[in-house]
């Protein structure tokens, strides 16, 4: 029988696991799928592409069609910032490059860095304008501005051609032109870098496409970014003010932390919206950035359900003492010398560490034996992070829509939420039951305490009458202080009896059985009764008991 119950035990851990690994992977399932149909609702055509600066666009309805990424073969004037009317004597200048990407190899062919100056040529062939048009420009190393058919649309940052004199400013902004009628689209982005030697120029997409589509696609990305920032401060808000309330809850601060650090790289991180709203500088978003995408996985392992499975607290100590390094060190140093960092992969080897770490920590909740009913949340959760980061892995490699996506990080918050909700009501039921339980025997205690009382009160009443008697009859033939001891010892049985009835009447109090009527005690008569009964306690031991009323002395003649 024992071997039978044993294999039952081991099936229901096995189809325990079955049924956790099952829920994880519909989970990620769903959270891809998300991602494909979101791609497929706020996506860009792709063809056709740019071919040595030209792109035809011809017999195509901008206005019922979906936006165009311009990835493909430009011109590229470097060391040059063009104008229209400068075109015709610096035709034959140019060199095609690739957009997006790093135009280190064509602006300084030598030392192949990416500090410089130059400008952008793109051609674009359309049936008459009726409509206008507009382009979609973000992550632009790191100044810019877009001339378009001699009209100059629009100027982030400031150019130069030295470091001295040009300002960065790497936010996502739009260029529009609206002239009817018009069938070619001359485009110039002059660019300037001068803080990051490894990447410049047009690092991401370009959007092409209607006024009205770009619009579509930029505000619902910026609007997904503002709901997602929005939800992640209300829950580090009320976390925050959770912990400040129970100090010894660390899991809220963590919490609290996690939510502003995420919050904050994706302000920062996709159109910078940061930028528009604090008085910060194009050194420190890049800074707030990388350190924000640091410590949010730490924070992730630091929640306490997390890091009860971590690998140890030792080498946990050892990667929180190693960012605290490099965070003080990014914060200091040059920007340039922050960018040396990303690509010289330090700063991908201690951003991906943790993340492999919390795949492991996810493996073992689900392979390792669980107390936790409520542990199917925290895998939830465990996805919606996992497809988070690893999109993020890839929307850093290749551009998968230049619309913010969202869902992975909900998922998560949902998913901690869940877990929370379903602790305080878990918790709270268990208190509700707990309270149930403490009043049923507080009751019996009651009832013990009034049965003991009665059962008492007949021996103590005996032992007054006998000692009464006693002191009666015998007083004549007993000692002086034979007889003292006897009125003592009935005097003392007395009291007992009237704390019996007190425990009686605190029985009857409780339950409404009798009103408590508060009168002020003379204590001068209670106090002899209970020296004597320590004198008679504390005989044959060095212990003098004495009493007295205070005395009350004139001014200046002290005690």
């Known amino acids: ?62 206005d019922n069609s979906p936006s165009f990424y311009l990835d493909g073969e430009w011109q590229f004037y470097p060391g040059q910032f063009l104008s229209h009317q400068d075109i015709p004597s610096a035709d034959n200048q ?30 674009i062939l359309i049936d008459p304008l009726q409509q206008p048009v507009a382009f979609w420009l973000r992550g632009i190393q790191a100044s810019s501005a877009v001339e378009i058919n001699e009209q100059v649309e629009a100027e982030i940052g400031k150019l130069a051609t030295d470091a001295k004199d040009y300002l960065p400013w790497n936010v996502s902004y739009t260029a529009s032109y609206s002239v009817e009628g018009t069938t070619e689209i001359d485009v110039l982005i002059r660019v300037a870098n001068f803080d990051d030697p490894y990447n410049g120029g047009i690092l991401h997409s370009v959007l092409f496409g209607s006024q009205a589509s770009i619009d579509y696609l930029r505000w619902y990305s910026i609007g997904f970014q503002l709901v997602t920032f929005v939800i992640l401060a209300l829950h580090g808000l009320y976390a925050c003010i959770l912990y400040l309330f129970n100090r010894q809850e660390r899991a809220l601060l963590i919490t609290s932390l996690l939510t502003l650090s995420v919050g904050t790289a994706i302000l920062v991180g996709h159109d910078n919206i940061l930028l528009l709203w604090l008085p910060i500088n194009y050194t420190w978003a890049v800074k707030i950035k990388l350190i924000s995408l640091l410590w949010q996985n730490l924070f992730i392992l630091l929640f306490r359900r997390f890091h009860a499975n971590s690998l140890g607290n030792v080498w946990l100590r050892a990667y929180t003492a190693a960012l605290v390094v490099l965070s003080g060190f990014m914060a200091a140093a040059p920007v340039s010398w922050v960018y040396g960092i990303v690509e010289l992969n330090i700063f991908t080897v201690i951003y991906l560490t943790p993340f492999a770490w919390f795949i492991y920590i996810v493996g073992t909740m689900i392979f390792k034996e669980q107390a936790d009913k409520d ?23 290749k551009n998968i829509t230049a619309v913010y996506y969202p869902i992975d990080i909900i998922a998560a918050i949902t998913g901690f939420s869940a877990y929370w909700f379903k602790k305080y009501i878990r918790n709270s039921r268990e208190n509700a039951l707990l309270n149930e339980q403490l009043r049923k025997t507080d009751k019996l205690k ?20 006998i000692a009464q008697t006693v002191v009666t009859k015998e007083k004549h033939q007993m000692n002086e202080s034979s007889v003292k001891d006897m009125e003592l010892l009935i005097t003392i049985s007395r009291r007992m009896s009237h704390m019996l009835g007190e425990l009686l009447d605190v029985a009857r109090l409780r339950e409404h059985r009798i009103v408590l009527q508060q009168e002020p005690l003379r204590i001068q008569s209670v106090v002899p009764g209970v020296i004597a009964m320590l004198k008679f306690m504390t005989e044959g031991k060095p212990i003098q008991t004495a009493y007295g009323y205070p005395r009350i002395h004139a001014a200046g003649h002290g005690r």
């Not at 949340?377 to 999109?391: D, H, N, Q, V």
């Open 375 to 397: 542990i199917v949340f925290l895998l939830l959760t465990a996805a919606g992070i996992i497809t988070s980061l690893a999109w993020s892995l890839v929307d850093y490699v």
């Open 446 to 465: 009651d009832q013990f305490l009034a049965n003991t009382s009665h059962e008492l009160r007949t021996p103590l009443h005996g032992i007054i009458n």
């Open 1 to 62: 029988m024992s071997n039978v119950f044993g294999m039952m035990r081991i099936f229901n851990k096995i189809t325990q696991r079955f049924a956790y690994i099952s829920i994880v992977i519909l989970f990620l399932g769903a959270l891809f799928g998300l991602r494909w149909t979101w791609s497929g609702l706020f996506d860009a055509s792709e063809n056709p592409r740019p071919v040595g600066g030209l792109l035809d666009l011809r017999g195509i309805d901008l």
């Open 94 to 123: 140019f060199l095609p490059i690739q957009v997006p990407g790093d135009w280190g190899s064509v602006q300084n062919n030598d030392s192949g860095s990416s500090y410089g100056y130059g400008t952008y040529r793109l051609r």
